[in-house]
């Protein structure tokens, strides 16, 4: 009962200050892209989840039934509510629509380093721009996140493919339609599953031998020059591919990023490129994942748009700073700490420590008796940058005694000049 559930996090204010330091990160990277804000709901309509292409995703819903009988379910993923929202309003909106949130969100998951069963996932989407501009853009917020704080390019790598090159493969051998999102789900899980659990799936699908060894070995892929080889030089893919990875050069982030075909990412909904971060080490879980979903809207039954974004977690990268010693150590954020000396003072240190917060700085009071060594200790624990210290000789003289503790500086001041 005193426990809080099992694969969630308490918030202690130090891991607050760590948390807000992170999240600062990806407001400003968002916003320095002219991205704004948006948020929804944690609750929703169990029927935005219920697609039906065995995506792990809807499988770890975190659903219910409400008092008035309403399926609902926690958001695993903030996309849905995002195209629900983009729906309402379609038509009103000045396309295309530039917006992040950071929502959090739950899923049933096997906790385990860099899972838990709820994390806060940073979204950033562009709507309504169909070309892979947007795929580029998208992906340069999030270099300029990470290089914001102190990541490069030999930490992780972005590995880049498109849904077309598995689109391109099973068009050639005849596998359209239904099959082809089912396939993509399938062979998101190569890394994590036996070959021969991978292969009984695909076989269950419909898919010979032959058709699984030909997918497994463009999934291989690597290499531009490669790619071309197998799907041809009128391959739509690959076009698309080589365009974006000059795009990326443009952006000064060619350093970043890998072509990899094997990155399919397990959700039903993308249709274009498709894109994970992951630590060069390969010691964690993916950092982040998006691409382009074209139909999402469609599925949902409107209007289709195309879309591109990414959905990034708080709980890889913590992992990947922490190994890098790049977690900084975030003050507790008081700038002055007053201190009455005495019970007779203490509607004095009142009046100062006023002044000083309608003058603009934070202050912390010291509410009770306490010894000067304490007081010190205290102010120091929170990294404060200044000790206003009310003693009787200074405040018959209308002024306080102050420190800078970073000098060690002491002064004394006018009340009035505080
Ligand atoms: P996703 O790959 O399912 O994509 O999740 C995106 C990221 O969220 C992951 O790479 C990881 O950082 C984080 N994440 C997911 N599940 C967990 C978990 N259980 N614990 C901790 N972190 C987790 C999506 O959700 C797409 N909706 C992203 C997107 C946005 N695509 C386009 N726009």
């Known amino acids: 009962m005193t426990q809080g559930v099992r694969g969630t996090r308490d918030f202690y204010p ?53 008092k008035g009988g309403r399926k609902v379910a926690l958001r695993p993923e903030m996309t849905p509510s995002l195209a629900r929202m983009v729906m309402a309003r379609s038509g009103a909106l000045a396309l295309p629509i530039k917006w992040y949130s950071i929502p959090q969100c739950w899923r049933y998951e096997r906790t385990q380093r860099g899972r838990g069963r709820e994390h806060y996932q940073w979204n950033v989407d ?52 239904g099959a082809f999102s089912e396939t993509c789900i399938i ?39 490669d790619l071309e080889g197998a799907l041809g030089s009128t391959s739509e893919a690959v076009s698309e591919l080589g365009s974006m990875f000059s795009l990326f050069e443009s952006y000064g982030i060619g350093d970043w990023v890998e072509l990899d075909a094997s990155v399919v990412r397990g959700l039903a909904y993308y249709t274009g490129p498709v894109f994970e971060a992951h630590d060069r080490a390969g010691e964690l879980r993916a950092v982040c994942g998006g691409g382009r979903y074209d139909r999402l809207i469609g599925t949902l039954g409107g209007k289709d748009l195309p879309a591109t974004g990414f959905g990034f977690g708080d709980m890889v990268v913590m992992e990947l700073l922490r190994d890098k010693g790049l977690v900084p150590d975030v003050p507790h954020g008081a700038q002055d700490v007053v201190f009455g000396m005495g019970a007779g003072l203490r509607g004095a240190a009142m009046e100062v420590a006023s002044a000083i917060r309608s ?46 503790l970073g000098s060690g500086e002491e002064s004394e001041v006018p009340f009035d000049q505080l």
């Open 14 to 66: 130090e891991d607050m200050r760590v948390r807000n330091w992170l999240f600062e990160k990806f407001h400003s990277a968002a916003r320095s892209h002219g991205f704004e804000e948006y948020d929804a709901p944690v609750l929703e309509t169990e029927e935005l989840y219920t697609r039906k292409s065995g995506e792990e995703i809807t499988q770890q819903l975190y659903n219910f039934e409400d």
């Open 126 to 177: 562009i709507w309504g721009a169909g070309g892979i501009e947007a795929d580029a853009e998208i992906v340069s917020v999030l270099v300029h996140f990470f290089r914001s704080v102190g990541l490069s390019s030999e930490d992780l790598v972005i590995r880049v493919s498109s849904r077309k090159v598995l689109e391109e493969v099973l068009g050639s051998l005849g596998v359209t339609g």
């Open 187 to 225: 062979v998101d899980k190569m890394d994590k599953l036996p070959a021969e659990a991978i292969e009984a799936q695909l076989t269950e699908l419909g898919l010979g031998p032959d058709a699984i060894s030909t997918i497994q070995s463009v999934l291989g892929i690597k290499d531009m020059g």
């Open 359 to 404: 003058g603009g700085r934070s202050a912390d009071l010291v509410l009770e008796d306490k010894k000067m060594k304490w007081v010190f200790k205290h102010a120091e624990r929170l990294g404060a940058e200044r000790l206003v210290m009310v003693m009787p000789d200074e405040w018959s003289r209308g002024a306080v005694k102050i420190k800078h």
